[in-house]
C-alpha cells in the first residue's frame, strides 16, 4: 500500500514551546490529509482535515490558533502544537486518502504516529 | 450517542478459539465500512473493507447488516499475533475523514 511518513516520531518537550510535526506522502499526492490525536485507551479522534492550497477545516472543539496546519503542497502538511501544555500530551497520528477518479476508492493511509509528551 | 460503538472488551481468548467483535453505527447515510487493527503504540493498519454482501480474507470473515447497522468481525484459529486492537471504522462519504470506534482489545493467550 501507499507509504505515509511522519516526523518526529516522538517528542518531548517544556510547557510553553511549539513543537512541528511533519506528515508526508511518500509514493502517492494526497490533496486532503487528517490529522488524529488518540489518547490512551482512548480511539481516534478527528482534529481537522487539511486540504492542500487551502485552509484547514477544524473539527468542533479543536483550537485552530493552538493547532496550525499547514497543507503546502501535494505530499506534506504540518501540524504546529503552538504554546504546548502538559494536557496536549497524546498520540497524534496523520493520515492521506488516495482517490481515484470517478471511482469509489476512498482509502487512508495513516502515518506512524507521533508521541508528544510536554512537561 | 457515539457515531460508531463497540465492545472495548477486553477479550482474552486461547489460540486456536473463534472471536467474534460487533459494532454498531448511528449514521445510516454511512458508506463504507472498514475493520482496522491497532497495535499498542503503532498506527491503525487495514485489516478489510466490510462489504454488504459479507467478505472474507483468509482466517477473517466480515459482514454488514445496513438494516441494523451493524458490522461484525470473526476471526477464526487465533493466533498469538492476532492480539491487538480492533476498530471498527465507518466512512460517511463525500470528503469526510473516517469514524473510529473506541475499539475491541483482543488478548491470545497460549
Known amino acids: 500500500g501507499a507509504v505515509v511518513s511522519q516526523h518526529p516520531s516522538w517528542v518531548i518537550c517544556k510547557s510553553g514551546t511549539s513543537v512541528k510535526i511533519e506528515c508526508r506522502s511518500l509514493?502517492?499526492?494526497?490533496?486532503?490529509m487528517f490529522w488524529y490525536r488518540q489518547f490512551p485507551k482512548q480511539s481516534l479522534m478527528l482534529m481537522a482535515t487539511?486540504?492542500?492550497?487551502?485552509?484547514?477545516?477544524?473539527e468542533q472543539g479543536v483550537e485552530k490558533d493552538k493547532f496550525l496546519i499547514n497543507h503546502a503542497s501535494l505530499t506534506l502538511s504540518t501540524l504546529t502544537v503552538t504554546s504546548a501544555h502538559p494536557e496536549d500530551s497524546s498520540f497524534y497520528i496523520c493520515?492521506?486518502?488516495?482517490?481515484?477518479?470517478?471511482?469509489?476508492?476512498?482509502?487512508?493511509?495513516f502515518g506512524p504516529g507521533t508521541r508528544l509528551t510536554v512537561l | 450517542r457515539k457515531e460508531v460503538e463497540q465492545d472495548p472488551g477486553p477479550f482474552n481468548v486461547p489460540e486456536g478459539a473463534t472471536v467474534a467483535f460487533n459494532c454498531t453505527y448511528s449514521?445510516?447515510?454511512?458508506?463504507?465500512f472498514f475493520w482496522y487493527r491497532q497495535d499498542c503504540r503503532k498506527e491503525p493498519k487495514l485489516l478489510m473493507s466490510?462489504?454488504?454482501s459479507g467478505n472474507e480474507d483468509g482466517r477473517f470473515t466480515a459482514q454488514l447488516n445496513r438494516a441494523s447497522q451493524y458490522i461484525s468481525l470473526l476471526i477464526r484459529d487465533s493466533k498469538l499475533s492476532d492480539s491487538a486492537t480492533y476498530l471498527c471504522?465507518?466512512?460517511?462519504?463525500?470528503?469526510?475523514?473516517?469514524?473510529f470506534g473506541s475499539g475491541t482489545r483482543l488478548q491470545v493467550q497460549p
Open positions: 487539511s486540504n492542500e492550497g487551502s485552509k484547514a477545516t477544524y
Open positions: 466490510v462489504y454488504s
Open positions: 509514493d502517492f499526492q494526497a490533496t486532503t
Open positions: 493520515s492521506a486518502r488516495v482517490t481515484v477518479l470517478h471511482s469509489s476508492y476512498n482509502e487512508q493511509f
Open positions: 449514521n445510516s447515510a454511512s458508506q463504507s
Open positions: 471504522v465507518v466512512n460517511s462519504g463525500g470528503r469526510r475523514a473516517l469514524t
